[in-house]
């Protein structure tokens, strides 16, 4: 029904910049609760940030840091990755569900297919 797909990963230095984006096809984007996801191995997938209508939501690991943003027009919602840490590698995963926002994955019914991001130092 609904085809998330985030792209935007990759490989900088401490405390350089990364921005992510995630397309979300085959539903009312509008209508929408888009989050970010990551996981690093051996941890378990936390909330990052999210976004639906006015609503802007942040881990307090991130906050200052990351901002979420979202262009209706083009289905897509960004990630701006700031002053990246190493504690910030990991898998990062959009995802997408209808109605409000959840920080806990299992909330969300639609997932793309994770972009990695690797913080050297």
């Known amino acids: 029904q609904v085809h998330v797909v985030e792209s935007g990963g990759g490989l900088v230095q401490a405390g350089g910049s990364l921005r992510l984006s995630c397309t979300a096809s085959g539903g009312s984007f509008i209508r929408y609760a888009m989050a970010w996801f990551r996981q690093a191995p051996g941890k378990e997938r936390e909330f990052v940030a999210a976004?639906?209508?006015?609503?802007?939501y942040y881990a307090d690991s991130v906050k200052g840091r990351f901002t979420i943003s979202r262009d209706n027009a083009k289905n897509t919602v960004y990630l701006q990755m700031n002053s990246l840490k190493p504690e910030d590698t990991a898998v990062y995963y959009c995802?997408?569900?209808?109605?409000?926002?959840?920080?806990?994955?299992?909330?969300?019914?639609?997932w793309g297919q994770g972009t990695q991001v690797t913080v050297s130092s």
């Open positions: 995802a997408a569900r209808s109605g409000a926002v959840f920080t806990t994955h299992y909330e969300y019914d639609y």
């Open positions: 976004i639906r209508r006015a609503g802007l």
